[in-house]
């Protein structure tokens, strides 16, 4: 079964440290996996895609075959980026987002 | 880049009556959209494909006569509560995807609608 889970619905953090948030998927055949982020009061948004290996707002994420994990990163974490996480899967020939369960991002000042 | 609109924003109904939701690509069309739910806190779950000029595909679990989906153009989608009830209060949001700007189906960028609240009391 297509799947994508996030284990961890709230992660903490001071401003400038270290992020990372864990998504892990589950899917026969090549992924496409997508991050997307939901502001306060704002509709939801692309963040990154995996195929187009890009950084945005400093965020990165790898895609790792072997462990099955797309887990976003940023070296330093700042205020503006709290929000909601979602790690996101595509899925079949209509190109449907399954969304993992979501984690919400706080960087404390 | 691509907006997609959504109306009403938020709605109360009393139970019983039925809700219509409009999901609006304004500046690109879609062949195919998507509308979820989203409880608070929680994950969007998609709900169904709306395919412009034919019937939805509704993911398991989802009633189609309960929620009923019509595409019937290429910038419009709609979304029907039919019999609605306390448990149908929710977030529900729909997204489209630009082909024409995005590549291919798998990869094109999916563009959200604002979401639209609906309270059934």
């Known amino acids: 079964a297509q799947r994508v889970t996030q284990p961890e619905k709230l992660l903490s953090v001071f401003k400038g440290a270290p992020v990372e948030l864990k998504c892990n998927y589950s899917?026969?055949?090549?992924?496409?996996l997508f991050w997307y982020v939901q502001y306060s009061r704002q509709r939801l948004q692309l963040l990154l895609r995996?195929?187009s290996r890009e950084s945005i707002k400093g965020f990165t994420a790898d895609l790792n075959k072997g462990e099955t994990s797309f887990h976003l990163k940023k070296p330093f974490a700042q205020e503006e980026d709290s929000a909601m996480y979602y790690c996101?899967?595509?899925?079949?020939?209509?190109?449907?987002?399954?969304f993992g369960q979501g984690t919400t991002l706080q960087v404390k000042p | 880049g691509a907006v997609v609109s959504q109306h009403p924003s938020w709605v109360i109904c009393k139970s019983g009556t039925s809700v219509k939701i409009e999901c609006r690509s304004l500046?690109?069309?879609?062949?195919?959209m998507f509308w979820y739910r989203q409880f608070p806190k929680q994950s969007l779950m998609l709900m169904a494909t709306?395919?412009?000029?034919?019937?939805?595909?509704?993911e398991q679990g989802v009633e189609k006569d309960k929620f009923l989906i019509n595409h019937a153009s290429l910038t419009l989608s709609t979304l029907t509560v039919t019999s609605a009830h306390p448990e149908d209060s929710s977030f529900y949001i729909c997204?489209?995807?630009?082909?024409?700007?995005?590549?291919?189906?798998?990869?094109?960028?999916?563009?959200f609608g604002e979401g639209s609240r609906l309270t059934v009391l």
């Open positions: 996101a899967l595509i899925s079949g020939n209509t190109g449907k987002l399954i």
């Open positions: 709306s395919n412009e000029g034919s019937k939805a595909t509704y």
């Open positions: 997204s489209a995807r630009d082909r024409a700007a995005g590549g291919s189906i798998r990869t094109g960028e999916l563009f």
């Open positions: 899917y026969s055949g090549s992924p496409e």
């Open positions: 500046d690109f069309q879609a062949t195919t």
């Open positions: 995996h195929i």
